[in-house]
């Protein structure tokens, strides 16, 4: 499959640039970043050292994308530490940036080959929705767009009531939940269900000794620590890696339900919540239609197999 990533490039965002890269059968076109994690030229530079480490220099054009969200101030995360990369301080990539902007290089590409190239969008949606406003055709010409964000009516990780990409830019989700893209989208309810490595995962990983498992290694220290104060427990969390094996390989999807989704934009206390309406409950929104299907479950054994591939060299 051929794939559009478009992301703030700290973490666990990292790993999913390498499954992208790494598994066979998929080709990653593109990277777009967009605002999010971390200050933006770091993300971008996080992008381009990840893109060198994984042995793609040159392969994989970086455009750059939104710097703010479309209404409010940004918040950066403190989650992967303030490079993004939990200090693990790569070398400056030899690759550099486009010069085109990142919502052109999505329109192009994807105008281009209608029907042909999915995108993975696990930032806030700013790029996206920009590049929907531009150019209302790339909904129906995008294969299919997969989303990192929101909660699947439940707790979030920002506010109790809202996943960090949905929060930093609700009017840009809201945006693209309206436009008419073919959506799967993947929350960190899942995260939280399906995602997790949990000590003898990571003890494998780390055996390894492959120069992409000391990147995870150093790359994923701070949200681990932050993590196990948490939860108690050596676990590291992949919202976006996750969802990235998702789309390249659907089968680890177990459970999925079709639903309306509707992002708040206004609420004081629910401000970026993703209201989950399931199709089957017959529609209570009557003026809106099924617009995404919501993984519910998906496969944690196939998904850490896909990435010891990812990172075996
Ligand atoms: C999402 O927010 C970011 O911190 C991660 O990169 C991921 O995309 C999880 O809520
Ligand atoms: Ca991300």
């Known amino acids: 499959m051929r794939l559009i990533i478009d992301t703030d490039t700290a973490g666990d965002d990292t790993y999913s640039l390498l499954l992208a890269m790494r598994t066979p059968g998929s080709t990653l076109e593109a990277v777009t970043v967009c605002v999010g994690n971390v200050p ?29 969200p479309m209404v409010k101030p940004w918040e950066a995360s403190t989650m992967h530490g ?90 840009a989700a809201r945006i693209v939940f309206e436009a008419g893209f073919d959506i799967t989208l993947s929350t960190w309810t899942l ?5 997790l490595f949990e000590g003898d995962q ?20 701070t949200p681990r620590q932050m993590a196990e104060a948490r939860y108690g427990r050596p676990i590291s969390t992949h919202p976006d890696s996750l969802t990235c094996a998702c789309a390249l390989n659907p089968a680890l999807i177990e459970k999925a339900r079709d639903a309306v989704v509707r992002i708040e934009t206004a609420g004081e206390i629910t401000r970026g919540f993703s209201a989950i309406h399931p199709a089957k409950l017959g529609n209570r929104w009557p003026e809106y239609s099924v617009n995404a299907r919501v993984i519910e479950q998906a496969s944690n054994s196939g998904f850490f197999e896909m990435m010891k591939r990812a990172l075996s060299s």
């Not at 060198?52 to 939104?66: M, R």
């Not at 995008?142 to 830019?169: K, Q």
């Not at 003890?203 to 220290?221: G, H, N, Q, W």
Request: one cysteine or more; a negative charge.
């Open 40 to 68: 933006f030229d770091q993300q971008v530079e996080n992008a381009l050292a990840t893109i060198e480490a994984a042995g793609f220099s040159g392969k994989v054009p970086v455009y750059l994308g939104a710097r703010r």
């Open 82 to 171: 303030n490079d993004g990369m939990s200090g693990a301080n790569p070398p400056l990539a030899r690759q550099r940036p486009e010069t085109q902007h990142a919502v052109d290089a999505i329109i192009e590409r994807i105008m281009a080959e209608p029907g042909e190239i999915d995108i993975l969008a696990q930032a806030p949606l700013t790029n996206i929705a920009l590049a929907v406003m531009k150019e209302p055709r790339i909904a129906k010409a995008t294969r299919h767009l997969w989303i990192m964000g929101g909660t699947d009516n439940s707790v979030g990780n920002i506010t109790p009531c809202a996943e960090y990409n949905f929060f930093i830019d609700p009017e």
């Open 191 to 195: 995260t939280m269900r399906s995602s």
């Open 202 to 221: 990571l003890d494998e990983i780390f055996a390894m000794k492959t120069p992409l498992s000391e990147f995870y290694r150093k790359v994923s220290s």
